[in-house]
């Protein structure tokens, strides 16, 4: 769900597992996230592999060029796992990662590595901060603003390369 702020979902869980009057198992939790954030990639991945190839049949469409899709293969042979991991702290991005990598036909153990790892990063690090962050009194009581804090922190980057990309003078 390209439209759902995940950096502070997770966060959030962490912090309400933290919370001395909630009964949350904080392992539990991560470990159902965990299987949740691998299996969503995974599905994404195939969507792609299945899909993607019927986006770029239409050598007239302006959107889904076959170029893009070659240009698209090669960038992923030379950066596709650290893409994938990365791209798990990124809005929006994270979503169609996965979805590229299997229009790509990016080979499946590659991928399911870099899936994993992006996951546990992802996950535990969001989640367990949220967990030991959210036992302070001033967290609890700022909890939006630290939510407003991670949505901003983690869009940063795609603010960065949209801002570098306009003023750069190149238009690909």
Do not use: C
Not at 16 to 35: D, E, P, Q
Not at 85 to 103: C, D, S
């Amino acid at each position: 769900m390209a439209f759902l702020p995940g950096d502070a979902l997770l966060f959030i869980a962490g912090t309400l597992a933290g919370a001395t009057s909630n009964n949350i198992n904080i392992h539990i939790l991560v470990a159902v996230m965990l299987v949740a954030a691998i299996l969503g990639d995974s599905v994404n991945y195939f969507l792609g592999k299945k899909l993607g190839n019927k986006l770029f049949k239409n050598p007239n469409s302006r959107i889904f060029k076959q170029s893009y899709l070659e240009r698209t293969h090669r960038f992923y042979e030379k950066h596709g796992r650290k893409t994938l991991i990365l791209a798990r702290f990124l809005p929006i991005i994270r979503t169609f990662a996965p979805f590229v990598a299997g229009m790509v036909k990016m080979n499946y153990r590659y991928f399911l590595f870099a899936n994993v790892s992006g996951a546990f990063l992802w996950v535990i690090s969001l989640t367990y901060a949220g967990y030991f962050l959210g036992t302070m009194p001033f967290v609890q009581e700022n909890l939006q603003w630290m939510i407003i804090i991670i949505i901003v922190l983690a869009n940063i980057p795609a603010i960065y390369e949209i801002i570098k990309k306009k003023y750069s003078g190149k238009n690909e």
